[in-house]
């Protein structure tokens, strides 16, 4: 018997918001700005599209088991480039297809596989791309018909930023001195030999031709500034914003004027900044955050935006995206309200999620840990902590030390005790909601994917006490041993925030792995892992579920197909729904 078909509109509130499209802000061609590509899972699984805003059609690109995740455009608009790797693992090569559809060809016929380390559209059909592998990163520029001129091999990871629009000039970031977190800059000339080396992170040429000055951003004090550094006269222009938190810039198309898009405190703010008057102007965008930004022709400016009860829309700073793919929108959520906590380190803020269940009684919650660590929470709109609002749950989340947008200071301070010092911020902002009375210290769920899953099964080790329950996504169990299996760019991170390899400092890496800490956990735990992630590779995942099996320690074990993220849109609905019944079946009822 074929099962019943479940309509849309009898499905859960949750996963209505989780089946939602999504659609990332879509990349225009340099020379024909009406040509345009995105990714979306509209499809049911994360794919490449183009849209011709000309004809107003759009045309899948991609049609792959596994999704796809990374894809540019041909600055002639001609061309859209994707990146094919194997099940999700990030290594494969850039293929690309004619814009009005055909076979899929290799950008660069007869590479090896790689992983992708920056790609960057020049003008006449060149780019600038990087590739890594076991022997180190290789950057190039690619011409017409895929032949490649090397300009720059090293051992250590480095990343391709930008062509300037003479196709004279190339700037990459790099991490020669070994540290991933503090890269450098340089420009090349396409012979490979270095114009400058440049303090900070580059941005990008000036869209205009003729006009080889590069925007970069450099460390002043406890915030990042804009500055313009000239490679004619060597001169370096500081323009100092006085915006605390964080800061991303990029040259409006006529190199008069920068677009600033300022996160702090969890939300974003828009600025334009004109460079002859210095002013900096606020744009009136609606409170919220704006996950990205792209400016265009004429002035104009496209945004994604979201605040925690009203989905992604497109927002045009002039003219109107005039997108042409109209898809039901996800019900509301809740609201995010603020709160601010005392902790060891300073002043901690995290976002709060209440049920309209909630009464005077203490209620169950999740704390939501966000990734990175080099990232915060926000005010946007998030389908999973909206479906344990509808569940009755508070969310929680932290924007502990190692946070993005409250300041170097706050971003950094996590490197002497990694993965402790966040918990010191979590266990702060934990104890003061069990004070307010705002929720049942009996009933506490930690919870994260990435850095969050990893701090996830830290916290159940190292705070026993504190939680009932754990769910931990795509998570390292076991510093040393996801070191040894990740992908080099990982590697090289790990040596930057433990200040070595697992050979050299193997104190720091068993002080902050979870697998530590195992058989101190209570609490039953739910773990899942991507077959293919070359981030968090799922042996030590599995390994640390053996040993809770060994202990008796109720869990379940989920491996998915697909590497780090999940581009599926059923696989992530099912996990939902597990972690949701796991959570029924272990968590402990509320006290009589």
């Not at 899953?453 to 916290?459: F, K, Q, R, S």
């Amino acid at each position: 018997m074929t099962a019943p078909v479940q309509h849309a509109q009898a499905r859960p509130l949750w996963e209505q918001r989780m089946r939602a499209p999504r659609y990332t802000l879509p990349a225009w061609a340099k020379s024909a700005p009406d040509r345009c590509v995105f990714v979306s899972d509209r499809s049911g699984v994360a794919q490449v599209y183009c849209w011709d805003r000309t004809a107003g059609t759009v045309r899948q690109v991609t049609d792959r088991a596994a999704g796809v995740q990374n894809c540019a455009i041909e600055a002639t608009g001609k061309a859209v480039w994707w990146f094919a790797d194997t099940l999700g693992d990030e290594r494969g090569q850039w293929l690309r297809q004619p814009f009005g559809g055909g076979a899929d060809v290799p950008a660069v016929p007869g590479a090896s596989p790689y992983w992708p380390t920056g790609l960057a559209m020049g003008l006449r059909g060149h780019a600038l791309m990087g590739c890594t592998t076991e022997d180190g990163t290789a950057i190039s520029v690619v011409e017409p018909g895929g032949r490649t001129r090397e300009l720059y091999r090293h051992d250590e990871p480095a990343q391709a930023v930008d062509l300037s629009r003479a196709l004279d000039l190339a700037v990459i970031a790099h991490s020669e001195r070994g540290d991933l977190w503090d890269p450098g800059i340089r420009i090349l000339a396409m012979d490979g030999s270095t114009v400058a080396d440049l303090e900070g992170e580059a941005v990008g040429f000036s869209p205009v031709p003729g006009d080889s000055r590069l925007l970069l951003l450099q460390a002043r004090e406890d915030r990042y500034e804009p500055a313009i550094y000239d490679p004619g006269t060597r001169e370096l222009l500081e323009l100092p914003l006085g915006l605390p938190g964080e800061t991303a810039v990029e040259w409006f198309q006529d190199a008069r004027s920068l677009l600033v898009v300022h996160d702090h405190q969890a939300r974003s703010h828009v600025y334009r900044y004109d460079l002859d008057t210095r002013q900096l102007t606020r744009v009136r965008t609606p409170e919220g955050t704006i996950a990205h930004a792209r400016t265009r022709p004429e002035g104009d400016a496209w945004f994604l935006w979201s605040d925690s009860v009203r989905p992604p829309a497109f927002l045009g700073l002039i003219e109107d995206l005039r997108f042409p793919l109209a898809d039901q929108p996800p019900p509301p959520a809740a609201v995010a309200r603020d709160v601010w906590v005392d902790g060891p380190g300073g002043r901690i803020h995290a976002l709060l999620s209440l049920p309209d269940t909630a009464q005077d009684t203490p209620a169950p919650a999740i704390f939501m840990l966000h990734g990175g660590p080099d990232d915060h929470d926000t005010d946007a709109f998030e389908p999973e902590v909206a479906g344990w609002v509808d569940q009755g749950f508070v969310v929680v989340r932290v924007n502990y030390r190692g946070s993005t947008g409250y300041g170097r200071a706050w971003t950094e301070a996590l490197r002497p005790r990694v993965g402790l010092t966040e918990l010191e911020d979590i266990a702060a902002v934990r104890q003061w909601t069990v004070d307010q009375k705002i929720t049942d210290p009996d009933r506490l769920i930690l919870a994260g994917w990435s850095w969050g899953g990893y701090l996830t099964l830290l916290g159940l080790g190292v705070q026993p006490e504190a939680w009932a329950l754990g769910l931990a996504g795509a998570p390292v169990a076991d510093c040393a041993a996801a070191h040894h299996q990740a992908m080099g760019e990982i590697q090289a991170l790990d040596r930057s925030l433990f200040g070595g390899s697992p050979a050299e400092v193997p104190e720091r890496y068993r002080q902050a792995s979870p697998i530590t800490y195992v058989d101190a956990v209570r609490a039953p735990a739910f773990l899942c892992a991507g077959a293919s992630d070359a981030r968090c590779p799922i042996d030590q995942v599995r390994a640390y579920a053996a040993r809770l099996a060994e202990r008796g320690i109720p869990h379940a074990f989920q491996a998915y197909a697909a590497g780090h993220s999940m581009t599926d849109v059923e696989e992530r609905v099912a996990t939902f729904r597990r972690q949701l019944e796991f959570t029924r079946r272990h968590l402990p009822p509320a006290a009589r």
